[in-house]
């Protein structure tokens, strides 16, 4: 089955009823009648607990015939939600690009876990060249040539980094994650928001350094350690109506994949052989992202993910306030 490779762009997203419209053109998949559950993903390190659900069989020892859909950007994933083409995300799903959705397509969908980040666990980061004499971010060249993820949320929260750093007029410039550490090389780019694996791959093959992590967290949140709701697992609304017993299985199989992976660390890294970039020599200095199923919401992650979401509202990349209690899972 061929995955999706279609892409929109900015302006598509933010015009009212265009995330709806772009989605027909995504290459149709299961219809949510199938018995087949598919559940979009992005290939970072932060979509572990899917990842480990899968390889180890943890939706077919309950009954379900779930399949992973690799996507290129977070923006595809939401709109194949919306056309109803897949049933779901994996976390690394751009939480902000769900929001974007569920504004374009009200009751689109709920969190069912949550994978915050922050300087401790390393999701986002800086890169620079390793020869690169840069010492901080704020050091950076006024025209340096900045890369960031694709969609709308990485281009956000790039401008805001800069932002912070007094680099006020940079144009971040979009790139597919698996292109990030090649560009640094080339020289393509001076230096790169990026996500996990792919700190660790430019580290491994000598390539970048780690200029700084958690930077979401510090310069957004304004705390290093504040946990930042990046990306988030989710099932449409569409299917918990309808296969109520299947979502309840389906939770439980992917609350398993958190679990191991909270017990198992280094054992499940090697489930991001397959799914990812990354290769199996630097699979074991991957660092982890942290997992909050649905149920585990404390007051006080509500509060930050909140903040997150209202700083897009504030940007007017959201067209109105998104409130995010109501779309956790209960």
Known sequence: MSKSTFSIGRRQLLQAGAITAASSLIPSFASAADDKIQIGYWPIASGLPFYVALEKG?????????????????????EAMIAGRIQGSANGTASAALALAEISSPNLFKIICSNPSNAKYVLDEVLVPIDSKVKAIKDLPKDVKFGCGPGIQNVTLTKIILEKNGLLNVQPIELPVGQHIPAL?????????????????????????????????????????????????????????????????????????????????????????????IEEAVVKEVPLANFVMFNEFKPSDIAYFQKYFDIFTDRKIFSKVVDVKPLIYS
Request: proline letters at 4%.
């Open 58 to 78: 943890y939706f077919k020892e309950v009954g379900l015939n779930v399949e992973g859909v690799k996507f290129a950007s977070p923006n595809q994933i939401a």
């Open 185 to 277: 090389a080339a020289g393509q780019i001076d230096a790169v928001y990026t996500l996990e694996p792919s700190g660790t791959i430019g580290k491994v093959k000598g390539v970048s350094r780690v200029l700084e992590a958690g930077v979401i967290s510090k310069y957004m949140l304004g705390d290093a350690m504040a946990p930042w709701f990046g990306g988030s697992a989710s099932l449409t609304t569409t299917l918990i109506k309808e296969r109520p017993t299947d979502v309840k299985k389906y939770i439980l199989a992917y609350a398993k994949g958190v679990d191991f992976v909270r017990k198992n660390p280094e054992e499940s890294r090697k489930s991001l052989d397959g799914f990812t970039a």
